[in-house]
Each structure stands twice: as structure tokens, then as C-alpha cells.
């Protein structure tokens, strides 16, 4: 008699590559799929961008009672929080695979912009228990910023940006390349499409039906288009035949086909290098190392200065302006792409 399956049995059949269609039926490579569904994961992680977020600062002021800086202090420990955190979400990552990663991040997206739709009454309910609604308040939203800074503009983009750098290898310039525009100009959109979701739904309405798209709509969405590595599926990166792989080149280069037999190479006289400057330069650095150069510490300055800056204009500016009924054509030159 055979036995059942067995729950962990059907868990993994939930998640194979093949289901529910098989990525190697495509009549094209399906990494150009690929880069469509990462590209659309990245502009659904927008609820959790400071660019997305922003549209939300005055309603959340109003309703919270909080001041500008208690509210920027909010979103800035929130987002520290969020920083030290993703580290473990690469780990997670690298463990369970880019198919169940998009699936919790979009869930846990749209439980914490659910939660964040009621901040208001929790900050209320919480108050009667002795800290003041302003005290409660700040600490919701610090703790809601960190979920929503964590799932959306750490683990959701985290997860998109790896599985796309999976399936391609020699074209990944030109995949990333591809991608890049269509999110940036979705991310510079975004205050104009979220502010008129605002205007129709509401602050809370709105942060609710977004918690349905993403946490139900985005996550079944992963499920059904994400998949690991081209590997798991029967194919090779890029789109190449296996002619092409390096497994199947003889010592020479050249590809070897169906009835063909390894020759020995011709041997070939190299030059070594007589100067310093034709030595070979090395590209790789250890953590230690890198932590080491100023060079490293330089990129990574910049970068955070930019981050920062961006942030607090993106975050208090933009939601100031769009408040201004006089200001909005201004705001709409200001962002569009």
C-alpha cells in the first residue's frame, strides 16, 4: 500500500521549479521573464520607499500629533533598525531561496502597511495603559517603520535584485541596465500615482488596499514567476546552449559536439611579463581588507551622504508639497522622469 505523502514532502512539491509550469517549455529564455517579474517586485516595494512613504508624512503628523522631528526621528531609527537587520535577511536569502523570500517579504509588506493603517487607534488604546498618545505613537511608528522599511526596501528589493543576477551572467549589464529605467521612473511617479490613491481612498484606505496588492496580489504573483537559478529549471545562464558552457569546451575553445572527441591542445608559448606594469592587477579584496582601504570608506560615504540627504527631502519635502494645492504642478516638473 503506498503511504501518504508526507507534509514536508508537499511543502517542497509547493515549491518546485517546475510548478506550475515548467520555465523550460518557453519558446524564449525565460530569464527575460525574469527581468519583467524582479523589475515589477521593485516597483511594488514603492509602499516601502522613502519616495512612497512621503505621500503619507502630513496624515500621519495630523492624526499622531507628533512634531516634524519626532517624526523624522521615527523613520530614522526605523530605518538603522532596518539596516542592521537586512545582513540576516541575505542569510535567510541564501538559505531558503528567492521563490520563498519574495512570498514572505510581499506578506510581511502587507501586514505591516495593514498594521500602519491603524497606528492612529493603537497609539489611542496603548495611551490608557499611562504613556501619553504622543509617547505611544513615536514608538508604533518606529517599530512600523522598521517592518516597513525591512520588508519593502530591504528584503522585497533584496530578493528581486538577487534572483535577476542569477540568471544572467555574461548580459548582466544589459538585463540590469533594462530594469533600472522602468523602476526609476516608477519610484520618481510614485508620489504623483500615490497621492492620487490618497486622494480617493484616504491615508488609511489607501495603506489597507495596498496591503491586498502587495501581501496577497505581489506575493501569489512571486510564487508563480519567481524561480532560484536557470540550473534549477534545466537551463543556462544567459540563454546559452549547452554547446556554449564552459564544461563543454575542449582545451582549445572550441565546442565539442555530440560525437566530437577531446584533442590534445596545440601548444601554445606565453610571454611572461618582464615589467611592473604588465602584472597582473589584483581585483579582489578580503572584509579585512576592504575595511582597511580608504578607498572603501570613501564609496561608502558618499554614498550614505546622497542616501541621507535624498531621504530627508524625499521623506518631509515632497510631503509638505504636495499638501499645497499651489504647488502641485511645480512638484509634478520636480519629479517627472
Known sequence: ????????????????????????????????????????????????????????????????????????????????????????????????????????????????????????????????????????????????FLGLRFTGQGALTLTCRTMLGRWFERRRGLASSISAPFASVSFASSPLLLGGWVAGSGWRGAWQEMALLIGIGMAAFGWLFFREDPESCGLQMDGESPANSIEDLDPTGTALGDGATEVDPIPTTRTQPTSPSSSPIKSDATRAEALRSAGFWLITLGIANHAMVGTGIALQGIGHTSCLPAQRPSLGAMLNP
Do not use: C
Not at 539596516?83 to 510581499?106: E, N
Open 1 to 144: 500500500m503506498q503511504s501518504e505523502p508526507s507534509k514536508k514532502q508537499v511543502m517542497g512539491w509547493l515549491w518546485h521549479s517546475d510548478l506550475p509550469f515548467k520555465p523550460a517549455s518557453f519558446p524564449f529564455h525565460y530569464g527575460w521573464l525574469i527581468l519583467i517579474v524582479s523589475t515589477i517586485g521593485l516597483v511594488m516595494s514603492a509602499p516601502g520607499q522613502t519616495i512612497g512613504v512621503s505621500v503619507f508624512t502630513e496624515s500621519l503628523l495630523d492624526v499622531t500629533g507628533l512634531s516634524r522631528v519626532q517624526f523624522s526621528n521615527a523613520y530614522l531609527m526605523g530605518t538603522l533598525g532596518s539596516g542592521l537587520l537586512l545582513p540576516y535577511a541575505g542569510t535567510v536569502l541564501d538559505r531558503i531561496g528567492v521563490r520563498k523570500s519574495v512570498v514572505a517579504s510581499s506578506i510581511g509588506l502587507g501586514a505591516v502597511l495593514a498594521l500602519l493603517s491603524q497606528v492612529d487607534v493603537m497609539a489611542l488604546q496603548v495611551s490608557r495603559l499611562g504613556p501619553s498618545k504622543e509617547i505611544a505613537a513615536y514608538a508604533l511608528l518606529t517599530a512600523g
